[in-house]
């Protein structure tokens, strides 16, 4: 690395400097700028490569791809940031059906102006996820946009997973009598990130639950390989990520409100805002489907790990024509749980 | 949470429940409207009218303030966007709103308008001072709960010497709409095939009441011989209130009465009152959806505060060149509201009308019945046609 610093005169105003257009214009600027703010945080073998692609060998096998945008505001909040979240989202798409994922790939729009000193701490912190993991990120991509056209930085994930020979997860596998479970705490990073805004800042100790959730589900696969469906419920949170399975499966689900994970603090800060923590987003969470004797066994393995210490049994699939996805309410009633429609917004009245 | 789940109480609700059905009389029928959509939105989202014996039924009333607007006054807002280069504040629930040539605030704002969502007068007057060079109207709206607030932005405005801060005022008022919703539909029916309202009683308002007070509802027993009893928004205020009711009319007794004792007292939070009063005035009649016009039902904006009332500051909100207010001519919301029909009584409704593609503002509200009932109760009620691919397909032209 070091010889590489030495290309340049002057090294990167990390510090004080700012993204400009000529780091997105494939020059010399844009080569140091990747040399010395991405290389450095991001170094791994493959990326050492240099070219505009990476090579690597496969295992024989089936593999899984996926994708990612992040577009958040704040860029930086408790418990995660925008770097950390973009590996994060895309590794637990892969797991989420079963994988172990290999590599990542990651593109930056970054908007003319963005503080450089920003930037640095954005992509230490996406290495610092990638290192965890242990998934590197070997590719990548930096394009500039013109101050007003860009919204600070928004990053893409890609990467490729390798999934396990026996496995059959998808979202169309439920089959009436399964058991659902949760990971662990809904709505803890919606409510963080609400939380941060700027017109609706309320103090909490919230922090997000941002976590790559690839050993967890590693460790569920082993000891039960037919797991129907695994979802991670991000946007729309719980009740969008229900509506889906169920959608996809023609099934019917039915949860009961209470053994629904959710902090006390997450619960009053919807309560206040009007909102409804089961559509509100989690980043470190999944929805697991599987056969109902199955289910103990997962749980007590869920609540062994770290990521799944708060698991617990929240419901079972049903036969339904409508795909209605129902609660039984803590007031001893029923009610649908819809789709999310639009926006949640909070009430007037 | 300490002080709420104690009022979702499941062992309390069914003792509340068994007390109903002990007392209710098998003989008769109770149709009780609650008046808010606050009251709509905790009957369906803790399924209360599961527990409730059959005689016992809840007409849903107007009281959701997004419901009530009627369309012209978000086209005034749209038709400002359009010729004024203006920055327009609004609570969430007003941009889905379904306005003439169907657009909304959202859509307009996809199109390149300044709409900004807020959650408080606040955020209105603080965006105000950031940006002096521009003109920026708060969309006030809201039952006499949210029209403090407004008050205090007007004042707050004038102390701070914001030039450029007007209010578009909308906030109405509870007790008119009673008697606009009694006087009415009784005698002279709306629409031809609209049944009469069956009504032996009324859950009354619970944030509006901790403004107010409960004697401004007196004259309900009084004039209209309908018993109210004040009601928290938590389900077992709801079925409290219910038990109450159903007492007063076994007892023979009609009568204001307060279940929401822990907030609400007869003479309401008066500071907040003359706040107001300070600031705004009654309108001679102002139009609800689906009430039509009803005098002294609204307030606007005195003439001593008139540089902060922006229909007196744009030309364009004058009140002769308002736009006619058109609803969908199948869309069953102005009976809803009234209380005469069910939202699957719409052939709109699930067709036509989802919250995806809201054909009337009671889609639109969480607070309304439409989406209470979409979001929450469908299942109880079979679907009474086939669900389209894609909202739309079965719509009727449009007026």
Known sequence: MNQMVKRFARGLDIRNGHVDMSHGSGGRSSAQLIEELFVRHLDNELLRQGNDNALFSVTAGRMVMATDSHVIAPLFFPGGDIGAL??????????????RPLYLSAGFILEEGFPLAQLDRIVASMAAAARDAGVPVITGDTKVVEKGKGDGVFINTSGVGV??????????????????????TLGDHGVTIMSTRENLQFETSLCSDSAALHTLVAGMVSVAPDIHCLRDPTRGGLATTLNELAQASGVGIKIRETSLPIRPAVQAACELLGLDPLYVANEGKLVCICPADRAAQLLELMRNHPLGRDAAIIGEVIEDPHHFVQMETGFGGQRVVDWLAGEQLPRIC | MKYIQEFRDQQLARQIAANIAAIADPQRHYHFMEFCGGHTHAIFRYGVQDLMPDNVRFVHGPGCPVCVLPMGRIDLMIRLLREHDVILCTYGDLLRVPASGRTSLMKVKAEGADVRMVYSTRDALNIARDNPAREVVFFAI??????????VAILQAQQLGLRNFSVFCNHVLTPSAISGLLDTPATEPKATDEPALRLDGFLGPSHVSSIIGTRPYEFVPQRYHKPVVIAGFEPLDVMQATLMLIAQLNEGRCEVENEYTRVVTRDGNRKAMALVDSVMERRDSFEWRGLGWIPDSALQIRDQFADFDAERRFASLADGDAPQSVDHKACACPSILRGVKKPIDCKLFGTACTPENPMGSCMVSSEGACAAYWSYGRFRDPMPRPMPNSAGQREVAAP
Not at chain 1, 86 to 99: E, L
């Open chain 1, 86 to 99: 973009s590996v994060h989202g895309t590794i637990n798409d892969i797991a989420m059906a079963g994988a």
């Open chain 1, 163 to 184: 999934v396990p020979d026996g496995l059959n997860i998808s979202g169309d596998q439920a089959r009436p009598g399964d058991a659902v479970l949760v990971s662990g």
């Open chain 2, 142 to 151: 809201g039952f006499e709960t949210t029209t403090p607030p407004t008050a």
